[in-house]
């Protein structure tokens, strides 16, 4: 029996209203690791 396997790519953006900075440089820092150990843990790749 044959078997395939297929990948779907998501991107994600980020974007707030106005295009207005709302995150931080601070937590900018934290929320970058934050999310890598997120996709990590699902198997996702970047």
């Avoid at 440089?25 to 996709?39: C, H, I, T």
């Amino acid at each position: 029996m044959s078997y395939s396997y297929s990948g779907n790519r998501i991107p994600l953006v980020f974007s707030t209203k106005n295009r207005e900075k709302q995150i931080t440089e601070e937590l900018q820092l934290k929320l970058w690791p934050y999310m890598a150990v997120s996709l990590k843990i699902t198997a996702s790749k970047p």
